[in-house]
């Protein structure tokens, strides 16, 4: 029985481990950060982290065959050169991270992304940057909401005043018509 190579048995890991990562996520970013010095990757990192999302550096080839054995080859035009993944939980928090990342260090480049198992450019990337944060947007879609009940609370309102008025009116019909018969 002959041992597997210390090499193949590394990269076979490095395999299993990427593809457990890459399948538990449906947002990934591909990027370019050729010219990044290790100080400024560790930055991105944890920049990164901030909005529950990694940032991974991997052989090319491994990302290649984790990709097609995820039936996600699309991603493969963007290994090319020193690639990094960015495995992404909020998209519009990572997309700010990355897009104001890339204006300071101009060496980070956005090559696109798979976002919900399409395949987007980097302008869809820069569009969900420029997008308010998650709470901001939440806090607008209830304003929204809440308008047309305010609306119709008010509508409610004027209409038990005018039966309240109505009946006031009555009453005093009434009272009067007791007091003159």
């Not at 990044?36 to 052989?59: C, G």
């Not at 090319?60 to 493969?76: G, H, P, Q, T």
């Amino acid at each position: 029985m002959t041992e597997e190579k210390f090499g193949i048995r590394t990269k076979k890991l490095m395999m299993g481990e990427l593809k457990e990562k890459i399948g538990s996520t449906s947002n990934i970013v591909m990027t370019n950060y050729k010219g990044l010095d290790p100080i400024e990757l560790e930055k991105l990192r944890k920049e990164f982290s901030k909005s529950s999302s990694r940032y991974l550096i991997v052989k090319n080839s491994i990302a290649k065959r984790v990709f097609s054995e995820l039936k996600i080859e699309d991603l493969s035009q963007f290994l090319t050169g020193e690639v990094g993944i960015g495995l992404v939980g909020d998209i519009i928090s990572a997309s700010k991270t990355l897009v104001d990342f890339s204006r300071e260090h101009n060496a980070l480049k956005l090559n696109g992304a798979f976002i919900d198992g399409k395949l987007e450019s980097t302008d869809r990337i820069k569009q969900l940057a420029a997008l308010p944060p998650r709470d901001v947007l939440l806090a607008m879609v209830i304003g929204y909401m809440k308008g047309p009940i305010n609306g119709f609370v008010g509508i409610l309102r004027g209409l038990l005043r005018n039966l309240v008025y109505a009946i006031n009116e009555i009453k005093n019909k009434k009272e009067g018509g007791e007091k003159n018969g």
